[in-house]
């Protein structure tokens, strides 16, 4: 202090008025007019607030979790004008978790189930975007449907009856066979079913081949 200061208990002030204030846990600045400037609102171990709090800045502002080196854990930031609130691992990477200012959410892959995994990832070099899409109405109470940005893939749908239709909006190609109830279309053209008694080969063969007397000669 100077000649300009003095003490008033718990109460540093200017001649020309009270400056700031200390009681057994804080300490307050009341700037000019009184105003009250800054306080000490939490202790260096933790502590609690209430009301909000506002991080005023035209740039980035982030809030992070660091370790006792200062070494980022985790960031959390949303640019002026950018595409969503921004959380991520810091230091130990993995990409950002966003929550599109769109509605959407956005990640890198998206897992669910801790011992074995269901995920859905994208390897982000695709010429379009594509999605899942779960809809209903009318008679169509229930349809799971792939689309892109061009269209549908392919759909399953419950009908109302309780039956399943699956469609596909295109070519169908598999390296097995194709089964139809008890009906089967085998790899080498083959198709086995109740019509036939067995496999149509067989039944070419017994119906038609069968009847001609083969090797007649003069």
Partial sequence: MDKHTTWLAYIWALISGICAQWTLNDYINHGDGYAPGWRREFSRTGDGMTGNLYLKNEGRINLAIVDEAETPRMW?????????????NGNDGGGDFIFGKDGGFYASAVRAGIG?????????????????????????????????????????QRNPDGSIRF???????????????????STDGNIY?????????DWINNTIINRFVKDIRL
């Fill in 193 to 201: 079913g109740s019509l036939w008694g067995g496999w149509l080969n």
């Fill in 167 to 185: 469609m596909v909006n295109g070519e169908i190609f598999t390296t097995g066979s194709i089964h139809a109830g008890a009906n089967t279309i």
């Fill in 76 to 88: 959390l930031f949303k640019d002026k004008g950018g595409d969503g609130v921004h959380i991520n």
């Fill in 116 to 156: 074995r995994k269901l995920a859905v990832t994208s390897d982000n070099n695709s010429a379009l975007s594509a999605r899942f899409n779960l809809w209903g109405g009318g008679d169509r109470p229930t349809v799971i449907e792939l689309d892109d940005d061009q269209g549908w893939h392919l759909y399953s």
